[in-house]
């Protein structure tokens, strides 16, 4: 079945500490896998994407993924964590399978960082 | 500004109430999508539309309508059929359904039951 898992609902993290964000497939076809963040009582903001130009992928605010497709994994990392990355980070993918059309979510994954 | 606006920002639901929620873009995309957001749940598709007067129905329709009429709109209706309506909704545009096209999201509505 296609899907798109995210590893640990809540992830705390120090001010300067790295951030990963962990996110696998599950697709029938090569993935369009994405990155949104979301902060409170708002919509979603892209962070990143990936369209098989390149296996790293940087984005915004200083994030960055990568595409692995032995290890069937796009991780979200930013070297040195900032009080303003707190948020909700959500991974998601066009997997294929008939419904091109179709965006699958992660379940989510709560990002604390702690001064 | 571009952008994709939602209206209202919280909106009140009486028992056995349609309400609709507004979602307005101008981005001159074609494509058009409504999520629901349950916490811990993710994002869940209800309809999506590829192009005006085109619509289908996503993973969780039942209770739901909408209309495109226009490129621009793409308002939904929850009807008294949707038994657990509360959540916040999500609408989106992307210039193209599919592929490596981006989804926008818009600012969200809240929807709450009385």
């Known amino acids: 079945a296609q899907s798109v898992t995210q590893l640990g609902s809540h992830v705390s993290v120090s001010e300067g500490a790295l951030v990963l964000l962990r996110c696998n497939y599950s697709s029938s076809v090569p993935p369009y896998l994405f990155w949104y963040v979301q902060y409170p009582n708002q919509g979603l903001q892209l962070l990143l994407k990936y369209t098989s130009a390149a296996t790293l992928v940087k984005g915004i605010n200083g994030f960055e993924a990568e595409f692995k497709k032995s290890e069937t994994s796009f991780h979200l990392t930013k070297p040195s964590a900032h009080m303003s990355d707190a948020a909700e980070y959500f991974c998601?993918?066009?997997?294929?399978?008939?419904?091109?059309?179709?965006?699958?979510f992660g379940k989510g994954t709560l990002l604390t960082v702690n001064p | 500004d571009g952008g994709i606006t939602q209206s209202p920002k919280y909106l009140f639901r009486k028992e056995g109430q349609n309400v609709t929620l507004s979602c307005e873009q101008n981005?001159?995309?074609?494509?058009m999508y409504w999520y629901r957001q349950d916490p811990g749940q993710g994002l869940r598709l209800i309809y999506y539309?590829?192009?005006?007067?085109?619509?289908q129905k996503g993973d969780i329709a039942e209770g739901y309508s909408v209309s495109r009429e226009k490129k621009e709109s793409f308002p939904l209706t929850v009807t008294s059929a949707q038994k657990n309506p509360t959540a916040f909704y999500l609408c989106a545009s992307s210039a193209a359904a599919g592929g490596q096209e981006t989804q926008y999201f818009g600012p969200g509505t809240r929807l709450l039951v009385l």
């Open positions: 998601a993918g066009r997997l294929g399978g008939g419904s091109n059309y179709k965006l699958t």
């Open positions: 539309s590829q192009i005006v007067n085109d619509f």
């Open positions: 981005l001159n995309h074609d494509a």
